[in-house]
């Protein structure tokens, strides 16, 4: 493949590890990672609440990774307030699934950083391939493929496992009982969605430089070594 083409190729490339880092870092500050619905149950059951009248005792949440906004509504008009996990929910949330959820964003934005950084070295710079292998060239990439899908599965657990909604809209409530009644994935979780296919497409990118998958070079070292051996 011309050096030209080469040059194109990685520079592609590291500008998905650029988007990707970027992204990452700033979806994993954004309060954008699920909105929905509580109802009031208590008030819903004092009046028999069915059909339109549960609108009166709906009310909203939504929330990132950090801090978020809930309106509770029991009938007599809402009550927004705005809250932190750290500073006011950290004792009612499983803190070690929350607190892993954002060291895997961190290591996202981490490797994805590298990887942009190995692509432009390759295109401008000398070739890390002539040095280490092709290893080091997907193994950034592949890192952040499996740590962008994590945060996914593990904030998807926390949420419908843990019923993480119902405990911030209950948190210090003692007269009324919530229950989630909707709920929906916001940008910056489908976001992360994206960085896991952009990753992947990365990869396919580096295929395209010529550079062998790292799997692919062992067999074909193993097979060089075997017909050695049978020679010697």
């Not at 954008?32 to 208590?42: A, E, M, N, P």
């Not at 607190?99 to 432009?120: D, E, K, P, Y």
């Amino acid at each position: 493949m011309p050096s030209r083409q080469k040059r194109l190729l990685f520079s592609v490339s590291g500008f998905l590890g650029l988007l990707c880092a970027l992204t990452a870092a700033v979806c994993t500050g954004l309060p954008q990672w699920l909105s929905g619905t509580v109802l009031c149950r208590t008030g819903a059951e004092l009046v028999n609440a069915t059909g339109p009248e549960l609108d009166k005792f709906l009310g909203e949440v939504s929330y990132g990774l950090f801090h978020g906004e809930r309106v509770k509504q029991c009938g007599l008009g809402g009550r927004a307030s705005r809250f932190s996990f750290f500073s006011d929910l950290f004792q009612a949330i499983p803190a070690g699934l929350h607190v892993a959820i954002i060291i895997i964003c961190v290591v996202v934005v981490l490797f994805s950083s590298v990887s942009c950084g190995f692509s432009f070295f390759n295109a401008f710079g000398r070739p890390y391939d002539t040095l280490q292998g092709p290893m080091g060239l997907y193994l950034w990439s592949f890192i952040c493929c499996v740590c962008s899908c994590l945060v996914m599965i593990l904030f998807a657990a926390e949420v419908k496992l843990h019923h993480l909604s119902e405990r911030i809209a209950n948190f210090k409530e003692v007269t009324f009982v919530y229950q989630a009644y909707s709920e929906q994935y916001g940008r910056c979780f489908w976001l992360f969605f994206l960085i896991f296919l952009l990753h992947g497409l990365n990869m396919l990118v580096i295929r395209l430089t010529g550079v062998e998958f790292p799997f692919q070079e062992t067999k074909a070292a193993e097979l060089n070594g075997g017909a050695a051996d049978l020679m010697y």
